[in-house]
């Protein structure tokens, strides 16, 4: 028994959000059939990393990882037939998932209008860089773009240089989380009202959403906040790391430094003589620290309940106590790529369990999902073949 | 609006979330439309009413309850009633218990071990409705030897891994000032919210989820842990480059601390980008013809984009270069965006009029999350502290007046913070620009 195990999933996939949308829903026991176009497949499976740095369609780890546990076929939804089986799919599927990309969908008549006349009860889940409509619709873009337009990028990187993007594809699986949430908001309207709908993702708004402080702080005052001095990392023997002294783990902090009677001194009394000190506090800081290992000096200030970080890299993470204990990374054998170790499981929900899974190969499914589901014989699956359908 | 009148889900939601993880997930159920019970207390009222970083208080004034203007707090707790209740009293903790026996979810981002100090662990919710969810939005998860490690968003950036990967390539230098963890979080925790709810409608079982922020985080840098999986690499920060695309950067613009980011996916776009720089000599280059060649070669492209971008107004740039579907955006301040023609006609800004004395208009992010047909929208204003007492203990648990009366004697309700909270509450706010360009 899983959360979802009755629902089935349409994706069509090209900028990384939609896959990482369903990608939750195939955890939580959804059937997730992932379509791409014949031949050449998603996007992402010509993306990195790969092993070797070789590039091979089948070896994405971008691809393996964002499709874990879906079905896989191939279907050219330009073409007529290809169209046709798309609209029997869909029949069959309580939500669909697209990020192709603004309008592409539209323009094969293939959109929400069209959908909902064949399955009116049907969960449409679009993400879009700008949304749907508005004067930026049709803008193209990459995650450098949005992150600029959503105004998160100036509050990111160094005051004095050029400011930086967020590392890897972060925002598409954040974009991703929202589609996850919108498609289960729908599908629990559809499940009590027997009514669908379109739930429209724009990754904008949803950056913009996740905003701190900056819009209020204009509106309140109209002050223009912008990336600020990077925060106190400090120095150890195998790396860096990161106290955030909240003012009430001022004193544990002392304590777990050793220093208890730095609590009272007059130059750390308050957040902001530590703030106009903070040169001071942090040789004093570093004068304890600096020959511990950093996950030695996390464990140190954590267990004196001391809000603090290091750096942690790829490899910190695959070391991480925490991670083993939770089986985090886990061993999946795959046809091409062989076996390699995945980000897995980041919820626990009691008996039930999390699925897991390997990603399909290009049109690994085609036979059992349209012969076997939708009725096609092995014959019209040959001339599909040869007409470059599936 | 003070009452719930137009909630429209028969769904009850116990928020004790403080700051944003959990209060993000709450919201989302709250924006469906159903009804979300904030629960704080006059001794812990949620940090986002009174230290709201940068002192934000609404209009820029303290008003007579300044606890109840703050603007975090205004945004983040709207379509939500709000009750005291001093859980670590006995007292409290059983009107808690009843108020579980008539709810079908609680949220909580309490460090791990606080639920089980107040008495109120999963399994005594359980005892008290056995179809209840519990979302637990923690930072670690609740087993394994770091479970009750605390985090904010920035130590979640540094622990997860995504700092490692998102900096300067030669320096450390990046402050992730976007809170993308906490929301995330909340916004997926409210997923798994509407999943155990399908599961409770077909099995009758409520359940518990545990959430890990950070494992959670690492997730969304799932493809470059990958690298190392299949390489033993380690993948470090990468800057504005592409692992493919090359022109991929941001380049200065006329005015102070002012950019375009741009991004060419292909020959064809290289060709109309020089087309558009007026640089027909560079689409000639046999060195830049294609992507291997510009990626080899993107420092001095960099250089000569950047010499032709410095002439030019970032907006304008971008109106230019995605007229001809290059991929372009300006870099947006706060204040661009609250003008931006955009985000205007998409009716993103959620505005909202309150009649309270000293609110009246005032403007809210909107969610980015477009339902067609039942959409999110604010039904409720953010609450003040205590605002719902009488409507959930005298209508809701069938409490009497002196019943009432007495909590509030007791101390375990109320709608003042106490003393000590008061005291870290500002006198005076930092002044308002007073070359204010953005609508208030």
């Known amino acids: ?390 | 609006m003070t009452k719930n009148e137009e909630q429209t889900l028969k769904l009850r939601v116990l928020d004790l979330s403080m700051f944003w993880a959990g209060a993000m997930c709450a919201q989302l159920l709250g924006d469906m439309g159903a009804e979300v019970i904030k629960i704080e207390s006059c001794q812990h009222p949620d940090p986002d009413r009174i230290v709201t970083q940068g002192q934000l208080y609404l209009h820029n004034e303290l008003g007579e309850e300044p606890w109840n203007r703050g603007m975090l707090h205004l945004r983040r707790h709207r379509n939500k009633l709000c009750i005291t209740l001093d859980l670590s009293q006995t007292k409290g903790r059983d009107v808690f218990l009843k108020l579980v026996k008539k709810s079908d979810i609680v949220v909580e981002n309490f460090r791990i071990g606080v639920l089980e100090k107040l008495g109120i662990p999963y399994n005594v919710l359980q005892e008290a409705n056995p179809k209840i969810i519990l979302l637990s939005v923690s930072s670690q998860g609740d087993t394994g030897p770091e479970r009750t490690y605390g985090s904010n968003a920035e130590i979640l950036a540094f622990t997860s891994g995504l700092r490692s990967v998102s900096d300067y390539e030669d320096e450390i230098g990046m402050f992730t000032a976007t809170n993308i963890p906490d929301p995330l979080s909340g916004t997926v925790a409210a997923g798994f919210a509407l999943a155990a709810l399908r599961h409770r409608r077909k099995t009758g079982e409520g359940s518990h989820v545990v959430i890990s922020q950070r494992e959670l985080l690492t997730g969304c840098i799932g493809d470059l842990v990958m690298d190392y999986s299949m390489n033993k690499r380690v993948p470090g920060p990468k800057a504005n480059n592409h692992p493919v695309y090359a022109p991929h950067n941001c380049y200065p613009c006329k005015g102070r601390d002012s950019w375009i980011t741009i991004a060419i996916r292909s020959d064809t776009e290289w060709e109309i980008f020089c087309q558009v720089m007026d640089r027909l000599d560079l689409a000639a280059e046999p060195k830049y013809l294609d992507g291997a060649g510009r990626l080899k070669h993107s420092k001095e492209i960099d250089e000569i984009i950047a010499d032709w971008t410095r002439q030019h107004d970032r907006k304008e740039l971008m109106a230019l270069l995605q007229k001809k579907d290059i991929a372009a955006g300006a870099a947006l301040t706060a204040i661009d965006l609250l003008d931006d023609p955009h985000l205007e006609a998409r009716g993103f800004w959620d505005k909202i009029n309150d009649p309270r004395p000293g609110f009246g208009e005032y403007i809210c992010k909107g969610r980015g999350i477009n339902l067609s047909k039942t959409p999110l929208k604010t039904r409720l204003r953010a609450p003040d502290l205590g605002e719902h007492n009488t409507y959930v203990y005298g209508e809701l648990l069938g409490m009497t007046k002196d019943e009432i009366t007495g909590l509030e004697k007791d101390g375990i309700i109320g709608t003042i913070p106490t003393p000590d909270v008061l005291k870290r509450i500002p006198k005076i706010l930092p002044p308002k620009n007073p070359n204010l360009s953005c609508r208030t």
């Open chain 1, 1 to 390: 028994m899983t959360f979802l195990n009755d629902i089935t999933v349409l994706e069509l996939s090209e900028h990384i959000s939609a896959s990482a949308c369903t990608k939750m829903m195939v955890a939580l026991g959804a059937d997730v059939i992932k379509i791409e176009p014949p031949n050449k497949g998603e996007r992402s499976r010509y993306m990195g990393p790969f092993p070797n740095d070789e590039p091979h369609p089948e070896k994405s780890g971008l691809f393996l990882y964002l499709n874990m546990g879906k079905k896989g076929i191939t279907l050219d939804i330009t073409q007529k037939e290809g169209r046709d089986i798309f609209l029997k799919l869909v029949k069959q599927a309580d939500i669909i998932v697209e990020d192709l990309g603004h309008g592409v969908l539209d323009q094969l008549d293939l959109g929400y209008g069209a959908l909902s006349r064949v399955h009116p009860s049907l969960v449409f889940t679009m993400i879009t860089p700008f949304g749907e409509n508005g004067p930026y619709a049709h803008y193209q873009a990459e995650d450098i773009v949005v992150e600029a337009v959503s105004g998160m990028m100036l509050q990111q990187g160094s005051p004095d240089r050029e400011p930086i993007k967020m590392g890897g594809h972060i925002i598409y699986y954040r974009a991703g989380a929202s589609a996850f949430f919108g498609s289960l908001a729908a599908l629990y309207h559809a499940e009590n009202m027997g009514e669908g709908q379109k739930v429209e993702v724009s990754i904008q708004e949803t950056l913009l959403h996740d905003d701190f402080i900056t819009i209020e702080a204009a509106l309140a005052r109209g002050e223009d906040i912008r990336r600020r001095l990077a925060p106190m990392l400090l120095p150890c023997s195998d790396g860096w790391f990161y106290i955030r002294a909240f003012p009430h783990e001022w004193p544990r902090l002392t304590k777990a430094l050793g220093m208890p009677e730095l609590e009272n001194d007059e130059r750390f009394i308050d957040m902001k003589k530590r703030s106009e000190n903070a040169e001071e506090l942090n040789a004093i800081i570093m004068s304890k620290l600096c020959d511990m290992k950093k996950s030695e000096i996390y464990d140190l200030m954590q267990k004196n309940r001391v809000t603090t970080g290091f750096l942690a890299d790829v490899e910190d993470l695959f070391l991480s106590e925490q991670y083993k204990a939770h089986h985090y990374f886990l061993e999946i054998e795959h046809p091409v790529a062989g076996k390699l170790a995945y980000p897995g499981a980041f919820a626990t929900m009691g008996d039930i369990k999390w699925v897991h899974g390997r990603a399909p190969l290009l049109g690994e499914h085609n036979d059992e999902i349209i012969c076997g589901w939708l009725g096609y014989g092995q014959e019209d699956m040959m001339q599909l073949k040869q007409k470059g359908i599936v």
